[in-house]
């Protein structure tokens, strides 16, 4: 049995469906007491790990609660941890856990350079798995025919890497979706949906930083195939599926009727296949996702940020009643929330796998920051994501801002609201999640649609400092539109941030302004980067673009 078959395999997927709504259950009956699981975690990490390096210095033995763990750890970023993790990846044992990590995974920093995040065999089994399989549950029990054959899933973030680059201690330092759970963590079942697919490992030679060819190639065996099911994860890669199928169309259809791969020799000319796809083509002006995949069913992505601005329309590049599950809340350092039905946006708090804590996300983080338990957050508002787990990272500062929607059962429902970095050019302190909400309040008050959007802030003096906003819109806006967009737009910032209505309103700030991209521009801009050879889940949505070269090169179109 292959492993796609070996995927599809009956008696696998009866077990799987088991497994995962197993420990959705398991999650939602901790709710009835999230402040004594809470506690648990605290006491798990305590035991576990005071016998390390750093718990023998931050006094583990001695702590017995939330207090102690607050008085004896301050709150940290990476840059804090990196010495204590540094040292791990050179094969020091029992630094920041008592169990050596099995790999490190990658994550993006703000300054671009790769993160290592220790991942042990203690994390994934008592923090990440159980939230892991959870996070499925939704999709499998309203979409089951998602999984009805190999071929139903095309996973955009699934890379498996022949040879995987390592620490200094030869462990795999590589993306959470290169790593191969169950030979690492010995969990077979926790292969993720599409990881059985023909394309799932490429069967012609591709260099690893190719990441454009192996999209294509990817795509080229998919249009082969029902695909019901597109895994982003990260929204971006999701929106550039339709725009790569609309560029390379021509090629696909070639290598379609030759039976070929990338022009390699694969499989048998499907003529009538390529017929159907250039008609298509043809007929509508582009090959949409709708028109290869008729029975497109869901897709699996982050809905909030950016993308929440452009995801209502891309869905229906994918099809009439096409779905946009929410994918978790979460990091590479850990989980935060996770969506346990078919709501939108937010997912629930993991009381089982960390120690969280909340910081007002208007507020800067401090080693001594006074922060909040989970039964503390108001719904309605932003707060910064401090976690504590048995993986080694103690009140660590993940740099995510969530958004507290509701609470059911006693246990907060978080959207992602953006990175918690801000703008701050003259004392304005705009978030993210500030600017998103007011791009969409002008949106709604105009009627008017965008593909995706960034700002930057002009002017070299503060006196004639503005922000200006590049703007991808759906269809062309007239001189007047933009004139009442940009005048919400101002009226937005100001209700969303004291900060920047005070700049204002000492002329700080001058009225922001907009550059108008072609539809198409945020999507050139994604896939220039990806092949400069960053891998696509690490190509997000960026909204503050100060750096000159990065604006220059995204608004290059616009006055060309």
Not at 406 to 417: K, N, T
Request: charged content about 25%.
């Amino acid at each position: 049995m292959n492993s796609a078959e070996a995927w599809t395999d009956p008696d696998r997927l009866r077990r799987y469906r088991a497994r995962v709504f197993a420990e959705r259950r398991t999650l939602s009956d901790a709710f009835a007491d999230a402040g004594g699981h809470q506690q648990r975690v605290l006491r798990d990490l305590l035991d576990f790990n005071s016998p390390t390096h750093y718990g023998r210095q931050h006094g583990f033995d001695r702590i017995r609660t939330l207090d102690d763990f607050r008085k004896a750890v301050p709150v940290q970023t990476y840059t804090d941890l990196e010495p204590w993790i540094e040292r791990a990846a050179g094969g020091e044992p029992e630094v920041l856990t008592a169990d050596r990590p099995t790999v490190f995974f990658t994550s993006s920093g703000s300054t671009g350079a790769h993160k290592k995040i220790p991942v042990t065999p203690r994390f994934m089994r008592t923090t990440f798995f159980p939230f892991y399989y959870a996070a499925w549950a939704p999709l499998l029990e309203h979409f089951p025919d998602v999984l009805a054959h190999p071929g139903a899933v095309l996973n955009l973030k699934h890379d498996p890497l022949v040879a995987p680059p390592t620490t200094a201690s030869g462990r795999p330092h590589v993306g959470a979706s290169q790593v191969d759970f169950g030979s690492a963590f010995g969990e077979p079942l926790s292969a993720e949906p599409g990881t059985g697919a023909p394309w799932a490992t490429l069967p012609v030679p591709v260099a690893a930083d190719q990441h454009l060819e192996k999209m294509y190639l990817r795509l080229r065996l998919a249009v082969e195939h029902d695909v019901r099911l597109v895994i982003g994860i990260n929204p971006a890669m999701v929106a550039a599926v339709p725009h790569q199928l609309d560029q390379w169309w021509p090629r696909i259809v070639k290598d379609v009727r030759d039976g070929t791969l990338g022009g390699l020799a694969h499989g048998s000319p499907n003529p009538a296949r390529a017929a159907e796809l250039e008609r298509l083509a043809h007929t509508y002006g582009t090959l949409r996702p709708a028109h290869v995949w008729p029975r497109m069913r869901a897709l699996f992505c982050w809905t909030t940020g950016l993308a929440s601005l452009y995801l209502p329309r891309l869905r229906e590049q994918f099809g009439v009643g096409v779905t946009a599950l929410p994918a978790p809340v979460a990091a590479s350092e850990g989980p935060v929330g996770v969506a346990l039905d078919r709501h939108r946006s937010a997912g629930s708090l993991v009381v089982t796998a960390s120690v969280y804590e909340f910081a007002d996300a208007d507020e800067d983080l401090t080693p001594d920051t006074t922060t909040l338990r989970p039964d503390e957050l108001e719904a309605g508002r932003d707060y910064h994501v401090v976690f504590s787990h048995v993986g080694g990272l103690y009140r660590y500062a993940v740099g995510d801002v969530v958004r507290v929607l509701d609470h059911q059962d006693g246990v907060p429902r978080l959207e992602y609201a953006g990175r918690g970095n801000r703008s701050d050019h003259t004392g304005e302190r705009l978030r993210e999640a500030q600017v998103i909400r007011a791009l969409q309040g002008a949106l709604d008050a105009t009627g008017l649609e965008l593909h995706n959007a960034a700002c930057r802030v002009t002017g070299a003096q503060r006196q004639s400092a503005a922000y200006e906003f590049a703007l991808a819109p759906r269809a062309p806006w007239s001189e007047a539109e933009s004139e009442r967009f940009t005048t919400l737009l101002d009226r937005a910032l100001h209700r969303e941030s004291a900060g920047y209505r005070a700049a204002r309103a000492r002329n700080a700030l001058s009225a922001p302004s907009l550059t108008l991209l072609p539809p198409d521009a945020f999507l050139h801009d994604w896939q220039d980067r990806v092949a400069a050879g960053v891998r696509p889940t690490q190509v997000k949505d960026r909204l503050f673009r100060q750096d000159p070269g990065q604006w220059a090169a995204l608004t290059a179109r616009a006055r060309g």
